[in-house]
C-alpha cells in the first residue's frame, strides 16, 4: 500500500512496527512541527498506476505536461527525483534531532 501522506507514513510505522519505517522521527516531527507542516502541505507527489517511482521517460513526459503549470505561475516548482542510490544520497540511518 503506497503512503500517501506524511501523517499515513507515521501511522502506518505505529500501526506495524517503527523499525520498519526508517524515516519515522523525522516525519512524526515534521508534521509536529508548524513551519514544516505549513511547507509540506503545498507539496504533492504525482503516482503512475499507484506508483511514486516509475521509469524516467514516464517523468520526464510528466514533467513536460505541467511545465505550462509552472510558467503560468499555477504551480511553483516542478522536481523530479533520480531513487537510484548510486546517484542519490540515502537517509541517514538514524535520523537528526529535529530543529
Partial sequence: ???????????????????????????????ENPAKKEKYMKSFT??????????????????????????SGLITRISKYDTNPANNPQPPEHPRKPS
Avoid at 47 to 71: F, G, M, N, S, T
Fill in 46 to 71: 504525482v503516482y503512475v498506476e499507484d506508483r511514486e517511482v516509475y521509469a524516467k521517460e514516464i517523468a520526464d513526459a510528466l514533467e513536460a505536461d505541467l511545465q505550462p503549470l509552472a510558467a
Fill in 1 to 31: 500500500m503506497p503512503v500517501r501522506c506524511l501523517r499515513e507514513y507515521v501511522a502506518a510505522a505505529q500501526e506495524h512496527g517503527l523499525e520498519n519505517y526508517p524515516l519515522y522521527e523525522w516525519t512524526k516531527a515534521a508534521i
